[in-house]
């Protein structure tokens, strides 16, 4: 099925906090998917592996590794058994959109992949897929070839409606006495 990135970004957010997942933790992750999905990366995909079963990071209220690297108060992270190895692209590069920083993401087997603000170059990020350890750095500058913003990505259907079920868990149960008290939409969805 074909969606838009504000459709993506609405969705992932949504079903991040129906995982559990704090409010900006879940806006980050978002926008992850939404940088993911730009670069015809399946970002819906790396946010149903991080969040599936309930998975919460230890680290979710503290600042990003990757924003402490960019300000250069630690010199690597190190990601043990990560849940999403796509997700930390998407996060690196959210990042470093942010900051104008590289990040080099490496597994054991020599794999990186070098991501900043526009993207990411070395080996595919999938390739970082089933690693049981990542180690961030930063990294040189890159330089990629534009491709534009897509008007629509393809999305898997299946993980389309897990991620619905997860964020059916942030919505009002209705009832005359929560539509009186304003839930649920008025004249559009977007009220």
């Excluded at 015809?40 to 990757?66: H, I, K, N, Q, W």
């Excluded at 590069?93 to 080099?104: K, Q």
């Excluded at 898997?156 to 009002?172: K, N």
Aim: aromatic share 4%.
């Amino acid at each position: 099925m074909i969606c838009s990135l504000n459709e993506v970004g609405g969705l992932a957010r949504k079903a991040a906090v129906g995982a559990g997942y704090p409010a900006g933790l879940a806006q980050s992750v978002a926008a992850a998917a939404v940088w993911l999905c730009a670069l015809g990366r399946d970002g819906l995909g790396a946010v149903l592996d991080a969040v599936e079963d309930g998975y919460t990071p230890a680290v979710a209220c503290s600042p990003s590794p990757y924003e402490m690297i960019a300000a250069g108060d630690i010199r690597e992270a190190i990601v043990d058994s990560p849940r999403s190895a796509l997700l930390l692209v998407g996060l690196a590069g959210i990042t470093g959109r942010a900051t104008g920083s590289c990040f080099a993401l490496s597994n054991d087997d020599g794999t990186t992949v070098r991501v900043d603000g526009t993207g990411f170059s070395g080996s595919a990020p999938e390739q970082l897929a089933h690693a049981s350890r990542i180690v961030v750095t930063t990294s040189p500058a890159i330089a990629h070839s534009s491709s534009g913003t897509p008007h629509g990505v393809d999305i898997d259907e299946s993980t389309w409606a897990a991620l619905q079920v997860l964020a059916q868990r942030t919505y009002v149960p209705a009832t005359d006495e929560s539509r009186l008290r304003g839930a649920g939409a008025g004249l559009t969805d977007n009220d």
